[in-house]
């Protein structure tokens, strides 16, 4: 038809074709003006390295009509994000940028996966997803899952349209309305070891980093290396601590201050153990005082712990398993579900390792048989301390001590702090019981093998360490040291058939060293705490 020869004919062929763009082109879906007396819709779309929303609204007959396109490309970081938490971040920026529409109206928020709708309404808040459901809560919004989304393949195809090359403007918002478009989308920062992997890896610092900052970040990367593609910080001791991602975090003070190994100890002592475990991010301490002050347990049980008023007279023991205190707790109200009314405890005055049981009855058989277990497991002691109580020092313990060589020393009934040691230990493991129990309060007994476990791997003031280093030479493998394993940990799986063997007789000629700076902590907290 272009060429001059040609006839024109117009067919009845050419007819309906040309009638078909004609409907086509009046069916397209074409941007209407807002009406703000009506409810409106969203619907957001999150996936690969684009995020796309579209808002619409229905006409009289009930058709929905868009009112506003919306797309953006993600940063690097961004991508790495899971499924959900992309078609969050698409919420959160769609909402945003279309706020000067919705922000007085209803909103029905249509998503295609159920995971975004229980992110949204979970209450089980970390510090990312609460930032940035508190930003969707000044909308009043309806959220409903929705199999078929309506215009999604036309919001995905612009969304590829507008994909752009790195470094040039990210973002393509289609607005009837006039109105200035803020460019700074206040979202969560990437992963604080990101920009440390990078330095480290490549030598170059991140590119939208200031040249002023840069100086100050080469300094703060001195003390950080990568040991097979993970983040160690060297602390102040050379002891090389595993970094934590900002994801991981909550997962580390759960297991540390609430789980089986927790205890539900101080912000400073829960912040210690973590790094004692081989643990490291830049805010653990202000972490911990944060999750610890939300912990409802620890708000019911909180005390105030004071100085003795009296003056103390600490007796310093310089080996393990020489020096036992025992003492009794109860009578326990409630009782447990078994019967259980007494705990009786042992603690050694030197690793601070402490042994319990639950007792029905408070008599000299089960102390007898609770003695015997401690000296099968741990040695003959040089000395068991306890009060004066007839039932610690009856014909058969007293005949059985003999026996050992074992001196049974008691404190009075009117002064039972003469046995500090065990009314030390008493009051942190009901403490710890007391946070660790369900509404069920009769189950304390089935709690006490946990209570122990935390507090053996806890470290103390007195020594600087946890019972189980002093005894053991190292720290315990914990459930989540499996999944996120510390330096020695790494080593330990790499080592061959022979090198465990080298690798713990080096840890048994370290102990006394170890065991050794344990003394003179004991003799400088002592004569701290004296009055």
Same mark, same amino acid.
């Given at each position: ?13 050419? %007819? ?26 969203? /619907? ?17 007959? !009930? ?9 953006? !490309? ?6 790495? /994000? ?11 920026? +769609?909402?945003?940028?279309?706020? =000067? @529409? ?10 295609? =996966? ?13 510090? %990312? ?20 989304? =309506? ?9 590829? +349209? ?7 403007? %990210? ?44 100086? /100050? ?8 290396? $990568?040991?097979? !593609? ?14 934590? !991602? ?25 912040? @210690? ?26 708000? $019911? ?5 004071? $100085? ?136 304390? =007994? ?35 040291? @499996? ?24 840890? @048994? ?23």
């Amino acid at each position: 038809m272009l060429k001059k020869s040609v006839a024109f004919k117009w067919t009845a062929e050419g %007819k309906a074709s040309f009638e078909a763009i004609k409907e086509a082109i009046s069916q397209a879906p074409t941007l209407v003006n807002p009406d703000f007396s009506k409810d409106f819709m969203l /619907y957001a779309f999150g996936g690969g390295d684009i995020i796309s929303a579209i808002l619409v609204q229905q006409n009289k007959e !009930g058709l929905e009509q868009p009112v506003v396109f919306f797309s953006q !490309g993600l940063e690097e970081y961004e991508t790495r /994000y899971s499924f959900i938490e992309k078609h969050v971040l698409e919420v959160i920026r +769609s909402l945003k940028k279309f706020k =000067h @529409l919705v922000s007085n109206n209803k909103i029905q928020l249509l998503v295609s =996966h159920a995971g975004v709708k229980d992110f949204l309404l979970n209450k089980d808040l970390n510090e %990312k997803r609460a930032g940035w459901i508190t930003r969707v809560m000044e909308y009043d919004i309806e959220i409903k899952v929705t199999k078929l989304v =309506h215009g999604k393949e036309l919001c995905e195809q612009l969304a590829l +349209s507008q994909q752009v090359e790195a470094g040039d403007e %990210k973002e393509t918002v289609l607005v009837l309305q006039d109105g200035q478009e803020q460019e700074n989308d206040n979202v969560p920062s990437p992963c604080w070891t990101q920009n440390m992997i990078h330095f480290l890896q490549t030598g170059l610092c991140p590119p939208e980093m200031s040249k002023a900052k840069r100086g /100050y970040f080469r300094l703060q990367v001195i003390p950080y290396v $990568l040991v097979d !593609g993970v983040l160690f910080k060297k602390d102040i001791n050379g002891v090389l601590l595993r970094c934590i !991602g900002t994801g991981q975090i909550e997962r580390v003070l759960r297991d540390f201050h609430d789980g089986d190994s927790g205890g539900h100890f101080s912000p400073r002592v829960t912040a @210690l153990k973590i790094m004692k475990a081989g643990y490291y991010w830049p805010t653990v301490f202000s972490d911990c005082y944060t999750w610890i002050k939300k912990c409802k347990k620890c708000a $019911l049980f909180t005390g105030k712990e004071r $100085l003795a008023a009296l003056p103390l007279h600490p007796i310093l023991v310089d080996q393990p398993f020489m020096q036992w205190g025992l003492d009794f707790v109860g009578v326990i109200n409630p009782n447990s579900s078994q019967g259980h009314k007494w705990i009786l405890t042992a603690t050694d005055y030197f690793t601070k390792w402490t042994e319990a049981v639950a007792l029905k009855e408070a008599n000299e058989s089960n102390i007898l048989d609770f003695y015997e277990g401690i000296v099968t497991r741990f040695g003959v002691s040089a000395t068991i301390i306890s009060d004066n109580a007839l039932a610690f020092i009856g014909s058969k313990i007293t005949e059985w001590a003999v026996k050992n060589g074992i001196y049974l020393s008691t404190s009075s009934n009117y002064y039972p702090q003469g046995n500090g040691q065990a009314e030390s230990t008493n009051k942190n493991l009901l403490r710890i019981i007391r946070r660790t129990l369900d509404e069920n309060q009769r189950t304390w =007994h089935t709690k006490l093998k946990l209570v122990l476990w935390a507090n053996r791997i806890t470290p103390k003031r007195s020594t600087g360490n946890s019972p189980y280093k002093l005894v053991y030479g190292k720290e315990a493998v914990l459930p989540i040291s @499996l999944e996120l394993p510390a330096l020695e940990l790494m080593k330990q799986l790499e080592l061959s058939e022979f090198e465990p063997m080298e690798a713990r007789y080096a840890e @048994l000629m370290e102990l006394e060293e170890i065991r050794e700076h344990a003394v003179q902590t004991i003799e400088k907290y002592q004569a701290l705490v004296k009055r």
